[in-house]
Each structure stands twice: as structure tokens, then as C-alpha cells.
């Protein structure tokens, strides 16, 4: 069977230089544009939010389940419950009303068979969904905000769920947690007046804390410290200094990203010497933790009124494309800020660091294609006289939408 690789490289081979160009330059900027999530970018993966089900549903009850769960033969889990309860909606919270007479029992899925009480969701195209659910969690699903009410309670609608990040019951406790994750970060930033600096800072230390979280109180602290008086601002700042100075028990730090991003909400470019100071640019740094700082600088890319100008975001960056296994990355974040005035540098890394990393050279070259300066074709032809071979293998390579930069 033929290759889609060579399908395009056949097809590579018959346009002319002129339109070859412009396809490069189509398809790079294509493969350069990461997709830019509204939702938090330090939080890690969370499951759907039982807000974001109960908004799509089109009956919500309180079921016991009556025997074991049975596969089908799409492998879905499926356990019969009865209806015992209906949720209904009102003008403050959610209200029981039982069902009577009794209806018919209905078939749920489920990710894995229990017993007891459980709550559930009639989804479109889905059916019937389950979970247990003890009384606590009932309580809970009563009170949540809708979805789409942005202000409740005279409040912003997260700052409801701040009391229950660290709710005993694991259950409550993540479904908060999953409603700042998938929220965008002007509605957490809004929202952030409502949690404790104490507890922030306690969170930020707490070892025994899911890191990923940390990221997400990392983040938080920053907005503390920005919005908070000059007298309390340093207790914050100083709790993610710490993070950073401190030795790290292993190399591997899930939520570092969200302690770099709010050390710049907090400190602005004040936070480039600490970062310095910590050896992030040298390329004996830890390569995760390099990787950490180039996706907090995306965040700063994003919201630039709330951590760093743009112009200082491109400036950071540039320090990190001499780092062997960011090279790459750098590029292609550079050519998304546009940042056509580094073209000479960026081409230097061709007989530096260009043989060391497959996607290094197309890089360059597609880097090239997108820059709208007439340089760009000069430098394109001077690579071209170096290695004709190689720079059409990159040619023909950066004309395939390569790997987006790691997240």
C-alpha cells in the first residue's frame, strides 16, 4: 500500500518551486498554530464536571442499583436500577420529589458495577448514566450552580466551589476541582479572592498534594499576590520562590508549569533573574522543567496583561532555542509570535544542533517559508548551496504538518 507520506512527496515533486513555496508556507503556519485552550493550562486532565452533564440531560434521578453490571457486546457496562427519586430544578436550588407510582426499572451505564444508591443522568444520544452517590453527594448535586449562571448567589459562580476543593468526600472534592479546570482563566482570576492565602500557601507545600493540583494553587497564588495589598503580596511571591529554589526529591514535577505561570502573574518580568538564578536556560537544566517554563510562557502569550508584555514573552523564549530538546519547540513558538527578527539565529541552529534532531531542519525551513521578509528567500537559497540533499529532505519534510510543540 502506498504511503501517505509518499503520496505527498510524489505530489511535492511535480509543483514548481513558486507553488511548492507556497504550500510549505500554508501547511507550516498550519502545524505551528497549537490550539489554544480556554480551559487552565496547569490543571492536567479531569473528567466532564456534573454540571456540564446535568446542563445536557434531559432527566436527572436518585436510583438503587438492583443487580451487577453486564458488558454488551460493544463492551459497554451496562446494571439495571430503580427510579426512586426525580431531581427537578427550581429558582435557588434543585428539589426532590419522588416518583410515584413506581416506573419501570432502567438500564444505566456505568464504568463499573456497585451497589447502593446512585444518581442519574438521561444523556442525549447516550442514555441513561450512573454513579454512586452517597447522601453527601446527593447534597451536593442539590446546590451546584447551572452551568450557563455565571453569577450566583450575587457571586461569581466558581467562588461556590472553592469551599469544596478540599472536601473530604473524594468524590465532591473532584468535581470541584474539575470545574476551575475546564473554566476559562478570566472566570478563575475573578474567582481567586475567594480562597484563603494561608491555605494556598499550605497547598504549595504540602507534599502529599496531587502535583497537578499544585500547579493549579501555583497559578492561584500568583493572582493572590497581584490583586493582593503590598504588605501581603510577599507571603505568596515567597511560596513560589521556595518551589523553585528547593531540591527536588525526583526530575519528574507535574505542576511546575502552573508554579512558573504564577510566579509571573505575580512578579511580571521582575521573575526573569529568579528563573536565572535557577539554571533554567543553562542546558545541564532539568529538561522537564525546561519544558515546564516554555508551556508557562505560552500562558503568558495568551494573557499578557495579566503576566508580561508579548514583546518580553518572545524575549524569553529566545533564550531557550540553544537547548538541544526545546530547539524545535522554540521554533515553532517563535514563528507563531511572528518573531520574523530572530531569523538569522534560528538558522544558525542548521549546522549546530540541525543534524542532532530529525525536526530541527524542517523546522527551520518552515520557519523560513511562513516569514513574509524577502531575507527569508535569500537564507532559504544559502541553504539550499550548503546541501542540496538535505535541504530538500527538510523541504519535503516541512511540507508535512509535523507534531504540534509538546504541550
Known sequence: MISLKNIMFSIVSVLSNTVFHSVCFTLFLLSTLTSTSLACPFCGPVETPLSYGIARSSDLAIGESL????ANKQGQRLQPFSLLSRILPSSLERKVIS????EPPVEAAV???????????NLPAIGWTARAADEMFIGYTL???PLKQKIFQDKNRLEWFVKWLDHPNHAISIDAYAEFALAPFQEVRDS???FSQAEVINHLHDLSLQQQRRGFYGMIAGVLARQSPKESQSACTNALISILTEDQSNDFQAGLDGVLGGLFIALGEQALPILERR???ENDAS???????LQALRFCWEYPSDTVPRTEVISITRKLLPVPHLTREVIVDLSRYMDWDFRNQIVAMWDTLGGEGPLIRPAIVGYLLACPSEKSTSLLAQLKEKNIELF???QQAAAIPFPAAAP
Not at 67 to 70: D, K
Request: hydrophobic residues 45%.
Open 143 to 145: 446546590q451546584i450552580p
Open 111 to 121: 464504568e463499573t458495577t456497585f451497589s447502593g444508591t446512585a444518581l442519574l443522568l
Open 279 to 281: 539554571g533554567l536556560f
Open 67 to 70: 443487580t451487577e453490571a453486564v
Open 192 to 194: 481567586a479572592h475567594a
Open 287 to 293: 529538561p522537564v522543567d525546561q519544558r515546564h517554563l
Open 392 to 394: 530538500e529532505k527538510a
Open 99 to 102: 416518583i410515584e407510582p413506581a
